[in-house]
């Protein structure tokens, strides 16, 4: 005879997906991402947005970059629907869908897109921002959902 | 001076196995070497240059494996396309007399140790300037390739039956190989129903994972007419680097658009007069953008352009004849076999696949992924200068 165990309560499933390295040059990127906010980096000098976030402007190599809190809006460029592999934490959450995003301020950015069947992915899609925390690191993974039309 | 004809292939050997779990990749690239210069007719001594890309410490490591001490030493790394490119590196250090014969081999045993080469993600530590785009977003090097698969079907209307038909017409060029792992004939039907890897791409979009290895060697034109085979003639060169642009990245091009351009410029060829076509095939997108970056249809045209049976046995513009990465080998880092199988058909070694007339072929190596950095080199041959 088998006995129903009585459920346990939910606890944070730790993280188990890869992290980045926080070096200078990238830490700003995934601290600001912890705070809900999407941050390029823009060259004061040629005044251009450039990514990924350099200390050295890849336009003009100027090292007058600076961090800017962006939108965090945009639409998809293109995107996968990864079926097998995606390494630690992601292999057993297939399938899940890697994008590049064409953020409104004109740069292209890679990350994911979630909160809506993979199926029902386009190229084109409005989406935004959403920050995956992860606990104890002081840092977050952004990533993009569709974005809320509003009715005209 | 232009470098066309200055210098040539004169010796080739290709690794035949295609799972080998009990030698070491010196070892691969040693016995290679070997095999080659039997084939050139050429000793170790005769050898000032080598090159190799890969692991570790690159050419110098395998120096001491082979105990020589050469004039001149190339571990470049482009990702798949570096043996292509030690080539041109190699004609032009013969060229400017730095060096008078010149190796270039590769060696590898992914398959035997497992290694998840197009689905494998990244490690747990992600470092710049991969953070932003890797393993933190459960990057796989098919899923990167599959967006530019995506993006190319959404621009230029290019459909999952035209990708196939190249997985296709590889397969049937295959079944000449006996070398090649995968000989049996498919269909578009068994490329489009296999299973989804990464979408669009299917399982049979993708390329193989093997063991195997080779060796060209390549010496000035002059010391190769007393060898003991045909020279193949290294008419044109060209090595490019296609990045993110600083985020303006347009995915669905690949830069053979600049190597393919030099080396065409520098070799004076037309398009339509190449009698063979030896292009990197990770994927089948991957071929489809390099057809049309170098220059053999335009941009967005491919899907109809592979779909007409000109890549098969007997078409206008046979593509990959050894079967490629899809269907014969891939252990990795492809390039080296671009330019062996262009020698073979250039030499008239082919047999029953044998392209008639084969005086003008163009090997073409891509590394990296090419919706992303990548590097390419591209070879104009030829058996005459």
């Known amino acids: 005879m088998t006995t129903q165990q009585p459920q346990q309560p939910q606890q944070p499933q730790p993280y188990k997906k890869p992290l980045p390295v926080l070096e200078p040059e990238t830490r700003p990127f995934w601290e600001a991402a912890a705070r809900r906010e999407y941050m390029l980096k823009r060259c004061s000098s040629c005044k251009q947005f450039h990514y990924p976030p350099q200390n050295v402007c890849p336009h003009c190599l100027s090292s007058n970059t600076v961090w800017i809190r962006g939108s965090g809006y945009g639409k998809v460029y293109s995107y996968t629907i990864t079926y097998q592999g995606g390494g630690p934490g992601y292999a057993e959450e297939v399938p899940f869908v890697l994008g590049i995003i064409e953020l409104d301020e004109g740069v292209r950015v890679w990350s994911n897109v979630v909160g809506i069947d993979p199926k029902e992915v386009k190229v084109g899609m409005v989406v935004e921002a959403v920050f995956e925390n992860v606990a104890g690191q002081g840092i977050a993974i952004p990533r993009f959902r569709p974005r809320p039309q509003k009715k005209a | 001076m232009s470098l066309r004809g200055k210098t040539a292939i004169v010796g080739i050997h290709e690794y035949e196995s295609r799972f080998a779990p009990n030698v070491s990749i010196n070892q691969i690239k040693a016995e290679c070497f070997r095999e080659a210069l039997e084939d050139a007719g050429l000793t170790k ?68 140790r497992g290694v998840a080469i197009g689905t494998g993600g990244a490690g747990l530590q992600a470092e710049a300037p991969e953070q932003y785009e890797g393993g933190v977003h459960g990057t796989t090097t098919v899923g990167v390739y599959a967006q530019t698969a995506r993006r190319h079907m959404e621009e230029y209307g290019t459909t999952s039956e035209q990708l196939a038909a190249i997985a296709v017409s590889t397969r049937k060029w295959a079944a000449t190989n006996p070398f090649a792992v995968m000989r049996d004939p498919i269909a578009i039907e068994d490329v489009v129903n296999s299973r989804m890897v990464s979408d669009p ?23 190769a007419k007393d060898l003991k085979k045909k020279p193949v003639y290294i008419l044109g060169m060209g090595e490019a680097v296609g990045h993110w642009d600083a985020g303006r990245r347009d995915v669905t091009t690949v830069a053979a658009q600049w190597s393919g351009q030099d080396a065409f410029k520098m070799a004076g060829v037309e398009r339509k007069d190449i009698k063979l076509a030896m292009l990197y095939d990770s994927f089948t997108i991957t071929v489809l953008v390099t057809l049309e970056d170098l220059g053999f249809c335009k941009k967005g045209e491919g899907g109809p352009f592979v779909s007409d049976g000109k890549l098969e046995p007997g078409g206008k513009l046979p593509l990959n004849t050894d079967g490629g990465g899809l269907s014969s080998n891939h252990p990795g880092m492809r390039g080296i076999f671009t330019m062996l ?20 072929a163009v090997a073409h190596g891509t590394g990296g992924t090419i919706s992303h950095r990548h590097g390419t080199g591209t070879l104009v041959l030829s058996s005459h200068t």
């Open chain 2, 201 to 223: 791409l299917h399982l049979l979009d993708c390329c193989l994972q093997t063991d195997g290895g080779g060796c060209v060697i390549v010496t000035s034109a002059a010391r």
């Open chain 2, 45 to 112: 001594d005769d050898v000032d240059g080598i090159c190799t890309a890969g692991e570790g410490f690159g050419a110098v490591d395998l120096c001491e494996y082979l105990n020589v001490h050469p004039h001149y030493v190339d571990s470049t790394q482009t990702g798949g396309s570096s043996f292509v490119v030690h080539a041109a590196h190699a004609a032009t250090a013969i060229d400017a007399g730095r060096c008078n014969v010149v190796a270039i081999m590769y060696g590898s045993t992914a398959k035997s």
């Open chain 2, 341 to 360: 199988e262009a020698t073979r058909q250039v030499r008239g070694e082919r047999g029953e696949a044998q392209i008639p007339n084969c005086d003008l």
